[in-house]
């Protein structure tokens, strides 16, 4: 990749990272939040800006996104910041863990199921029409696969490291009932993001996969035009 394909490989990044930073900042935008509960539709900008430039950038937005959720905890917490800030009362260092780590691998596993059905279907030779069609459901799934990782592994890994307290905070006692609780949680909250992001995700790459035709982002993916029919 030349010198001008890594600076407009890094613009792109940092458009999509300030879209994350904007979205943090605008009040019932990003963060959405329901008392103990939250909901959140950072992790689309993510997802897109991993399939658009590669899964070291997803991996970096993901990073960004982690840290807003750092510094929302430490300053505008909620009761269940612990979870999310080692430097609210009640958290530690596996804050950070549940802060960073899901949020790194959304861009990862969105760029890798992408590609992955994508290529899987052009080994099929299917018709370009039907390809167009198939592409868009590698969208709609990637867009899935990358939201429901954020939301599963954030949810367990409390669950693992936090359960007593955020039991404690929803009120909820017994480790059986509190994973009732968090299963609970994924099904109200992560399936609705996990839809919304996989509907946004494919509307938005189909468009700008058809822009980009013929440009060459991330680990060396060139877009082509039959690829985005």
Known sequence: MNISKKTQEMVLTAIFAAIIIAMANIPYLG??????VSATLIHIPVIIGAI???????????????????IRATFQPNLSSFAFSPFYAGGNMWSLVICFVPRILIGIVSYYVFYGLVNGFKKH????KKRGGLETISLLIAGIAGSMTNTLLVMNLIFVFFSDQYGAVQGVAGSGAIYKFIV?????NGIPEAIIAGILTAMVCKVMLKVMSGTR?????TITKSSTR
């Open 31 to 36: 963060y959405l939040n329901f008392g103990v």
């Open 52 to 70: 658009l430039i590669g899964p070291k950038a997803g991996a970096f937005l993901g990073f960004v996104f982690g840290a807003t959720s750092l």
């Open 125 to 128: 030779k299917k018709e370009n």
């Open 184 to 188: 609970g949680v994924i099904v109200v």
């Open 217 to 221: 982002f991330g680990y060396g993916h």
